[in-house]
């Protein structure tokens, strides 16, 4: 482990970071004992394992893991290793299967990890070989919020409500239905998955507090990819509320946008769509909000993402959608996005869904590309000897704002501008990267 303290590399009052932290192969190898093996961790979504049997492959950090539907229904998340010789048992995306059999020498896992064949158990292991004690690796906990799978190595991490905080309700914006409906979303197809040269916390800030990347975007704004209609800006121009960034010191988490508060004019909450059945959807959702009492206006009017310490990010609408930053080396991140819609969305507007999202996100999205240029670009320019000498400057906002009014431990900022995010995530990963037991 190394020697020097990372508080020394992350100086919080100064907003100073010293580069060493995104491209250090050996603060890299402590992130992966210290940061990943004791966080909460996002694997993916119930709906993508509806039925008994199905399975999803998924990872934790750079352990492989799988999510699987055991056959009374209960979910799990093994580690993808048999524990023989250490092979993956599940060797695809997703599926359905009564059983994991390994390729190599053929021991085979049940749906809830028991090992329950052995080749050769008679005459190769005499039957003294104790299965009870072989089984799959399981996760220490494990969550299901609203449908999606949260997981822990550490028996000792906070219950995943207590990890969350307050903040849980920027992801409830993300996980409810447009409608309210409590959990009322499922994702949509597949996962999009790609790799890019950048450490895996430039992406995890930019979820969590870059609201000033704005030149970075101007192009997208220019064209008009919006959700509804052409000529629109993105995430919609619904989303205009932004004043404020809220960020969590003690938990790491950070969300770009405002405090959920009044509105001192009426809105109707969402884009306007050329799409018939989508523009009558969300008319629907909209009187439905107000007949429920849904907390009105919407959570995610105030902001763009946030992201879950340390790599579940997320877009709260327009495109709604979560994406994990998988570490694979201090320099290079393994991206992995999900989309999620509304379980209710008629079928034309599922697809009408579809295609904004791959407009917007993934290795081909307009949007996503603009981001992935910089964090790869400014990666390459941070790694050599002499680049790594300078830090980085996170004094944007530096010294305004203050502690939030209502949400239990979260910090605002004064303004839309502010990089206190950001050094709120970096100082729990300090104290998370110190911490030795
Ligand atoms: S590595 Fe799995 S059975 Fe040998
Ligand atoms: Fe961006």
Same mark, same amino acid.
């Given at each position: ?96 299967? &009564?059983? !994991?059999?390994?390729? *190599?020498? #053929? ?7 028991? =090992? %329950?064949? /052995? &080749?050769? !158990?008679?005459?190769? *292991?005499? #039957? ?7 089984? =799959? %690796?399981? /996760? ?298």
């Amino acid at each position: 482990m190394i020697a020097t303290s990372m508080k020394r590399l992350v100086d919080v009052d100064s907003g100073i970071i010293s580069r060493e932290i995104f491209v250090n192969e050996e603060i890299y190898r402590q992130e992966q004992e210290r940061i990943f093996t004791r966080a909460w961790l996002f694997v993916g979504h119930e709906s993508q394992i509806a039925k008994p049997g199905d399975y999803f492959s998924s990872y934790m950090g750079e352990d492989p893991v799988v999510l699987s539907r055991d056959r009374q229904g209960q979910i799990h998340v093994f580690l993808n290793s048999c524990r023989h010789r250490g092979m993956k048992v599940c060797r695809y995306d997703e599926g359905n299967t &009564p059983v !994991f059999t390994c390729p *190599y020498h #053929g021991w085979s896992y049940g749906l809830d990890g028991s =090992l %329950v064949g /052995v &080749p050769r !158990f008679k005459e190769g *292991y005499y #039957g003294e070989l104790d299965k009870s004690q072989w089984g =799959l %690796v399981e /996760v220490a906990q494990l969550c299901n919020y609203k449908g999606t799978i949260w997981a822990t190595w550490d028996p000792k991490a906070p219950p995943f409500l207590e990890y969350l905080g307050d903040f849980r309700v920027f992801l409830d914006g993300t996980l409810d239905a447009f409608d309210g409906e409590d959990g009322g979303s499922e994702v949509l197809g597949g996962v999009h998955k790609w790799v890019i040269p950048t450490n895996w916390k430039f992406v995890a800030e930019n979820f969590n507090g870059d609201h000033y990347h704005h030149p970075t975007h101007i192009s997208v704004e220019a064209v008009g990819i919006g959700p509804g209609r052409t000529g629109e800006a993105r995430h919609s121009d619904v989303q205009r509320h932004r004043r404020h960034m809220t960020s969590f010191p003690e938990k790491g988490h950070g969300w770009r946008g405002g405090p959920p508060q009044s509105l001192d004019e009426e809105i109707y909450p969402f884009p306007r769509f050329e799409l018939p059945e989508a523009e009558a959807y969300f008319q629907a959702a909209y009187d439905r909000r107000k007949k429920i009492g849904a907390p009105s206006p919407p959570t995610w009017m105030f902001g763009g993402g946030g992201n879950v310490f340390p790599n579940a990010s997320f877009h709260i609408a327009f495109p709604r959608s979560i994406c994990v930053s998988h570490p694979r080396g201090p320099l290079h991140t393994e991206m992995w996005r999900w989309y999620l819609v509304d379980k209710n969305f008629p079928d034309a507007v599922k697809d009408h869904f579809r295609h904004y999202s791959m407009r917007y996100g993934g290795p081909a999205g307009m949007t996503e590309q603009d981001d992935m240029e910089n964090w790869c670009y400014a990666t390459a320019a941070s790694k050599g000897p002499i680049a790594r000498r300078y830090d980085y400057n996170y004094q944007l906002g530096l010294g305004h704002g203050g502690v939030h009014p209502r949400l239990q431990g979260a910090w605002v900022s004064d303004g839309e501008f502010s990089e206190r995010n950001a050094l709120s995530m970096y100082g729990h990963w300090a104290e998370m990267m110190d911490r030795a037991d």
